[in-house]
């Protein structure tokens, strides 16, 4: 993962949060150092007491904290350039780093799997394979909008270090909790897909009120996945095979789909393809074609309006032209009259005017 960003107090601060959401693991970096360093895993022992009541005691017999910088991991809060030859180690399978060199985001396909970027606040995830393993069940988001809601509803902008209502949801230790609960379940969880793959043509060794599989409500991919690494080999072998035992292997959110599930399922799929702003951008050109159609329209009325007029203003010059031959000839025929003798003396002549003004269609 790779943490960018030009504020280096804020990028350091973000990943320390990040880090803190694994129930004691901040107080567990003296490996972090160096992919060499594993000093923690060599002297690791398996707890074989435990006491309930005492969370230390629950959490370090459920294997917490989960080790991510041991052998071949690093966490590196604020990376200089000079250490990039150890990011691309062989030996370095895994790290943490943050950055405020914007040389590390030309390169972003050679550092990171996961880069985000904290001055445009964007996450992007350029492994194929661990993109497919971290997509969220029904449940996941479920549990995820739940928190996230609870933070929101409480957020104090003037003060954002408590919740705007004084009290517990939102702080955050709430935040901590809600890791804390989801962590110990998926740790329970995949404790109990051992114990039935084990035990499958035994009815009597299974949890009468569990069914199925609850370890694929946080995603079957992302189980797998994290059963190839480092840190599970060390967690498997430092726990007590009957942890369900301890902590009810079901997911926090678990349950049926809903109405809500998908409607959030629609929101968020909208959200990773970019529809809604395609939906904005075909809305931005289809207002600037309407007004461009628009203009147009208001152009060729005020065109066919010009032509209109210019039209009748050549038909009412040719009436008035017709008018006058009209009137020069009834002029003419009456001198002949006059001129030519007796009004009733000769036939009469055809009327010319009528017989040309027939003759004129409009």
Request: aromatic share 8%; hydrophobic share 35%; charged share 25%.
């Amino acid at each position: 993962m790779l943490f960018f960003g030009s504020h280096c107090e804020r990028l350091c601060m973000i990943q320390f949060a990040l880090v803190s959401l694994i129930p004691k693991l901040i107080r567990n970096l003296q490996d972090c150092a160096d992919p060499a360093f594993n000093n923690y895993a060599e002297n690791l022992v398996k707890p074989t007491t435990l006491r309930t009541s005492d969370r230390s005691s629950l959490l370090a017999y459920m294997g917490l904290p989960l080790q991510l910088f041991g052998s071949g991991s690093l966490y590196g809060p604020y990376t200089p350039l000079q250490q990039l030859d150890l990011l691309a180690d062989h030996d370095t399978k895994s790290y943490i780093v943050g950055s405020t060199n914007s040389l590390l985001l030309q390169q972003k396909d050679r550092y990171s799997d996961i880069l985000i970027n904290l001055d445009e606040k964007t996450s992007t995830i350029t492994s194929t394979s661990l993109r497919t393993a971290l997509i969220l069940t029904t449940p996941d988001r479920r549990w995820i909008d739940f928190l996230t809601q609870a933070v929101v509803d409480t957020w104090d902008e003037a003060n954002p270090t408590r919740p705007k209502t004084m009290g517990y949801a939102g702080s955050e230790e709430f935040i901590r909790l809600q890791f804390e609960e989801y962590l110990l379940a998926f740790l329970s969880a995949v404790k109990y897909r051992q114990h039935v793959e084990k035990h499958h043509n035994d009815p009597k060794a299974l949890l009468s009120d569990v069914d199925g599989d609850p370890a694929s409500e946080f995603g079957s991919d992302f189980v797998h996945a994290w059963m190839q690494t480092e840190n599970y080999q060390l967690w498997n072998k430092s726990t007590e095979s009957n942890l369900f035992d301890i902590v009810e292997p079901v997911h926090p959110c678990t349950g049926g789909l809903t109405v809500d599930d998908v409607q959030r399922r629609l929101a968020s799929q909208i959200k990773e393809l970019g529809l809604d702003e395609k939906v904005r951008e075909g809305r931005e050109v289809l207002g600037r074609a309407a007004g461009e159609v628009g203009k147009a329209a208001y152009a060729g009325k005020e065109g066919m309006r010009n032509v209109m007029e210019k039209v009748w203003a050549d038909i009412e010059v040719m009436r008035e032209a017709q008018r006058k031959r009209a009137e020069e000839s009834r002029r003419a025929e009456a001198g002949k009259h006059i001129t030519g003798g007796s009004l009733f003396g000769e036939k009469a002549q055809p009327n010319k005017c009528k017989q040309s003004h027939r003759r004129v269609v409009f």
